[in-house]
Structure formats: structure tokens, C-alpha cells
């Protein structure tokens, strides 16, 4: 049975090495651990538990080290940064038709539920497409 949790240990590692994430880094020790085992006793019940439990055990202790070191910063795309900011309107918006927004000293169509006249501030709420969708600023 050391045979097939060498094999699998290693298989688990290639896997590991093969992929940008961790995948199966956490199985890995549970097949070291049982591989471990597998030279106390002969029992496959107790060296598969014992595989269990290791994985279970490696992948709850070092998740917590993980999300600390593990990089999650939002890089906005040019499109996203501008929801949330000011623009002027630069050709009327009329419910159900679009005008448009200078944003950035970018043109963007732009709609909107409600009339804004040219000159208007607006603030952006989302993109729909590559559209605007827009509010009059300081409207709830």
C-alpha cells in the first residue's frame, strides 16, 4: 500500500506544480501523512482516514495563511473607474433615449429615467454595455 501513497503523493504534487492556484497541496500532505502510517500498520481503513483527516486538517490551518498572503486588490478596467464619479452632460437625456456624458474627458452615451439637460452633473451609477447609466448629482 506505500506504493500507491507514494504515487499518489507525487501525482499530487505534479498537480500542484502544473497549476497556478492551490489545488491539491492540502491532498498531498494527507497522502504523506498516510504514506507515514502506511509503514506503522497495515490497515487501509486507518491509513485512508488518516489521509482524510490530514487533508481536512492541513487545508482548515493554513486557509487563514492564505488569505493573508493571497493578493485580492480590485484593479478597476478604465470603464469601471468612472462609476461613482461626475460628469457633465453633454446631449440631452430623455428617459427611453440616449444622450451623452463627458466623464474624464471621455464622450460615453449615457441614459438615464429621468430628463438631463446639457450642463447637468451627473453621477454615474453603473455601465450597461457601453453605456452610462447616470443620475442627477446629489439625487437619491
Not at 13 to 25: D, N, P
Not at 29 to 57: C, D, K, M, Y
Not at 115 to 126: C, D, F, L, M, R
Request: glycine share 8%.
Amino acid at each position: 500500500m506505500s506504493l500507491i501513497w507514494v504515487i499518489a503523493f507525487l501525482g499530487l504534487l505534479l498537480v500542484e506544480f502544473l497549476t497556478v492556484g492551490l489545488v491539491s497541496i492540502w491532498f498531498a500532505v494527507g497522502a504523506l501523512a498516510a504514506l507515514i502510517t502506511s509503514f506503522i500498520t497495515e490497515s487501509v481503513l486507518i491509513q485512508t482516514i488518516v489521509f482524510v483527516v490530514a487533508s481536512i486538517v492541513t487545508l482548515f490551518v493554513t486557509q487563514p495563511l492564505i488569505k493573508k498572503f493571497k493578493v485580492t486588490k480590485f484593479e478597476p478596467t478604465n470603464s469601471d473607474r468612472v462609476i461613482g464619479k461626475t460628469g457633465e452632460v453633454t446631449k440631452e437625456i430623455k428617459p427611453n433615449e440616449y444622450g451623452e456624458v463627458v466623464v474624464f474627458g471621455t464622450e460615453w452615451l449615457a441614459a438615464s429615467d429621468k430628463k438631463q439637460a446639457v450642463g447637468t452633473k451627473v453621477v454615474v451609477e453603473k455601465i450597461e454595455g457601453n453605456k452610462l447609466i447616470v443620475k442627477k448629482e446629489g439625487e437619491e
